[in-house]
């Protein structure tokens, strides 16, 4: 499983939306790494940002 697709898993399985850093610390995978699954991720329009740093599934 790539970084974009434990990046997706983990916040579909989140209850709530996540920082990047939730994100990181949840996967074990470097911020920077998962900043770059989420830019990516936001141009794919598979998740969105209900509020300011925070994640979500669409």
């Given at each position: ?5 434990l ?52």
């Amino acid at each position: 499983m790539d970084i974009v697709e434990l990046v997706l898993k983990t916040l579909d399985e989140s209850e709530e939306p996540l920082k990047g850093g939730e994100i990181a610390e949840k996967t074990g995978i470097d911020k920077k790494e998962v900043d770059k699954a989420i830019k990516k991720l936001k141009k794919e329009e598979k998740i969105f940002s209900p509020k300011r740093c925070f994640y979500s599934v669409k």
